[in-house]
Structures are given as C-alpha cells and as structure tokens.
C-alpha cells in the first residue's frame, strides 16, 4: 500500500468518528428527552396514574349510588336530619344496595349515605 493512501479501515475510522461527531448532539438531546420528558410531564400534571383514575372513578360510582340511597331513605323517614348517627347509619345501611336487587352493602356508598341525610 502507497503511504499516502490511508486503508479501508482507517477510512471507515475516520467517517464513522465525523458522523458521530455530526449526529452526537441530536442523540444526547433525544436521550435527555425520552428521560425527562415524561418525568416533567408527570410532575406538571398532564400524567394521571391508573390508581388514580381508579380512585376517582370509585368515588364518583359510590357519590352517585349514595344519592340514590338518600332519596329512597327519605321516602321512607321524611326527615331523616332529626335522627343521632346511629340511626341514620341504620337507615343508610338499609338504602344502600343498589335498586336493581343488590344484596351486598358497600360500606362506603353506606357512609356517604348517611352523610347525606345529614343535610
């Protein structure tokens, strides 16, 4: 080999060290992106957690179902506010399966029942 002609190796070497060199800053800043990114998201609050909107989604099922217990519980005691919490929670307690022939009482759709009555 000539000694002015640099090999395939070294020629591939150098082509490979100028486009890392070219594409290094775009790399980096991609890394940093997919990292941070979702981190930043997160914090600010556009990420909600899957336990979260399950929280939220078991909250709204329980509120609805307790208005529908304090409207069948004042059907049946008119003024359901006069009654000390034990027997408004025994009203709730009552009221608080579903209409549609629920049998199993959920203690919370309970608590909000009798929570309500209270108003």
Do not use: H, Y
């Not at 009654?83 to 919370?108: K, Q, V």
């Amino acid at each position: 080999m000539p000694a002015g002609n640099p090999s395939a190796l070294s020629r591939f070497s150098a082509d490979l060290s100028r486009r890392w060199t070219q594409a290094k800053p775009v790399v980096l800043a991609l890394a940093a992106g997919l990292v941070a990114g979702p981190i930043i998201s997160g914090m600010v609050g556009f990420q909600m957690r899957t336990s979260t909107a399950q929280t939220l989604v078991r909250d709204g099922v329980v509120g609805q179902q307790a208005i529908f217990c304090a409207d069948r519980a004042r059907i049946d005691t008119p003024d359901p506010s006069r009654l000390d919490w034990t027997a408004r929670d025994a009203l709730a307690r009552r009221f608080a399966t579903m209409p549609g022939g629920g049998t199993e009482i959920d203690p919370d759709v309970a608590r909000a029942c009798a929570t309500r009555l209270t108003r």
